[in-house]
């Protein structure tokens, strides 16, 4: 399949996100799928598409066979066929279009973005639908997703979807190891044992203290 472009990516992503958050009203006519298009909210970028440009997106997705024409409406409507178009499961299809809509995400972002699509686990279960997606062999149309080097300042990496061709990743930033970092997990192990160190040792004045009071024994001395 050819790469796709930004608003044929929109297009997909809409019509999976409304299928599960407006169902009464899909499929989507072409007015409703212009407002998903241009939402200014869980958009990453907002857009401003036309009706016609809308038209001739859904149009070329059809011939893709990734949008149909819904039958039996006087209005035209219209739906995705994505998961069977490419063989991919409702989560895999559900974490695609959170990617398409909102851009490249950590897999906690996706897992909370995702969830009136498809309600995951754990975070471990977004990594693995996530690790499929990238792994897909080259038989089955090749990776979909890709994990992104981790970004300076931030604790985890993101991931985009591959949907609109390859993504040159030694052109991005990529944060610098350090030996000084410290991960949020060792930081609070860290935090807990000098807790408990204090506790220790106000434990010992006490005692010490007291063994001072009952020896009759100055400090000072």
């Not at 997705?61 to 063989?87: C, P």
């Not at 471990?124 to 090749?142: H, I, M, Q, T």
Request: aromatic share 4%; with cysteine.
């Amino acid at each position: 399949m050819r790469a796709l472009s930004l608003l044929e990516t929109r297009v997909l992503g809409v019509l999976i996100e409304k299928a599960h958050t407006v169902p009464d009203s899909y499929p989507l006519s072409l007015n409703s799928l212009v407002g998903g298009c241009n939402q200014k909210t869980a958009r990453d970028p907002v857009l401003n598409a036309s009706e016609s440009e809308v038209q001739a997106t859904v149009d070329a997705l059809k011939v893709l066979h990734l949008v149909f024409e819904a039958s039996g409406s006087r209005v035209s409507r219209y739906e995705h066929n994505l998961g069977r178009a490419m063989n991919l499961p409702s989560a895999s299809v559900a974490l695609l279009a959170v990617l398409m809509l909102r851009g490249p995400q950590t897999s906690s972002e996706l897992r909370g973005n995702s969830e009136r699509l498809h309600k995951f686990a754990d975070t471990g279960s977004v990594e693995a639908f996530l690790d499929e997606l990238a792994e897909r062999s080259e038989e089955k149309g090749g990776p979909l997703v890709v994990k992104l080097p981790r970004a300076p300042g931030a604790r985890e990496s993101r991931w985009t979807h591959l949907l609109s061709g390859e993504v040159d990743v030694s052109a991005l930033p990529v944060a610098a190891e350090s030996a000084d970092f410290v991960a949020a997990s060792e930081l609070a192990t860290l935090k807990a044992q000098q807790a408990t160190m204090q506790r220790e040792i106000q434990t010992l004045q006490a005692l010490v203290e007291r063994l001072y009071a009952e020896l009759g024994v100055s400090k000072e001395s």
